[in-house]
């Protein structure tokens, strides 16, 4: 059994990348597709492909780099993440995959994408806050959130855990979680949010109602603390189960192979 590392020895951007990775066990010999700036996906695609799912395949989104081996750059737009592609997809391509289930039956599509907002079914926000007419924030648009209805698979990640970002309706539906309208429009095999990663654990939806709920909680977090930072109620299993922190292995592999330079250590995660 492999030692696993104490608190202090990791970052939590360290234990989200790792606890991604974990999850791509599952889609080995699946297409996974990351956003622009996504260096905890990103990082986790690397570490995933190295130790769990040597046969993922993994789209930068945002410049098409497919199973980019260069080290852990800022985003990956970044020309540098093109040196240890595979292959570079054009535009008309990354369309053609994002939209595989519609076309092929042999194969998961699966995101990891984030939110400036994102309710308890799982509905995502990329586009403002407040009115659409008068918006209090704006965001970069919907992008590729609009393929929210045609992966088979999507989780969320995001940076901070908020009452502003975990919010109980999104005021724009860039992706539809587990709604009526989903179920109504939505093909059958695009299953749509399955877990959201955040600096305060790990959530899932409860097959019955479709609503958010605690699947394990990172180290030193309490239901009161992550409950109070969540603008829904969270449903919460009998016994809490904690999330796994990084082993020995993992963060060298994330340290000297991955993330060289540190850049997951330095992210600006709030909690």
């Given at each position: 059994m492999q030692s696993t590392m104490s608190k202090s020895s990791y970052s939590t951007g360290e234990l989200m990348a790792v606890a991604i990775a974990r999850q791509m066990k599952h889609h080995d010999g699946d297409w996974a597709a990351v956003g622009a700036y996504s260096q905890l996906p990103a990082a986790a695609m690397k570490l995933a492909r190295i130790l769990y799912a040597p046969n993922l395949w993994w789209l930068a989104g945002g410049g098409g780099a497919i199973n980019s081996s260069s080290k852990l750059v800022t985003s990956t737009s970044d020309h540098r993440v093109l040196r240890g592609a595979e292959y570079v997809m054009n535009m008309e391509d990354i369309v053609d995959i994002e939209m595989w289930r519609y076309s092929r039956d042999n194969g998961k599509i699966v995101a990891v994408v984030g939110g400036i907002q994102i309710d308890q079914y799982g509905s995502s926000n990329m586009v403002c806050v407040g009115d659409y007419a008068?918006?209090?924030?704006?965001?970069?648009?919907?992008?590729?959130?609009?393929?929210?209805?045609?992966?088979?698979?999507?989780?969320?990640?995001?940076?901070?855990?908020?009452?502003?970002?975990?919010?109980?309706?999104?005021?724009?539906?860039?992706?539809?979680?587990?709604?009526p309208e989903r179920k109504k429009y939505v093909p059958p095999l695009c299953q749509g949010p399955q877990l959201v990663f955040s600096p305060l654990g790990i959530f899932d939806f409860a097959p019955a109602t479709g609503t958010m709920r605690i699947k394990s909680l990172h180290p030193g977090v309490s239901v009161d603390e992550v409950q109070s930072k969540t603008g829904f109620p969270l449903g919460v299993p009998e016994q809490v189960l904690e999330t796994e922190p990084p082993t020995a292995q993992e963060l060298a592999v994330l340290r000297t192979q991955v993330d060289p330079d540190g850049l997951l250590r330095e992210l600006r995660i709030t909690r």
């Open positions: 008068a918006p209090k924030v704006r965001g970069v648009g919907t992008v590729g959130l609009c393929f929210g209805v045609s992966f088979g698979i999507v989780y969320f990640f995001t940076m901070h855990h908020t009452p502003r970002i975990f919010v109980e309706q999104v005021d724009f539906v860039s992706s539809p979680g587990h709604t």
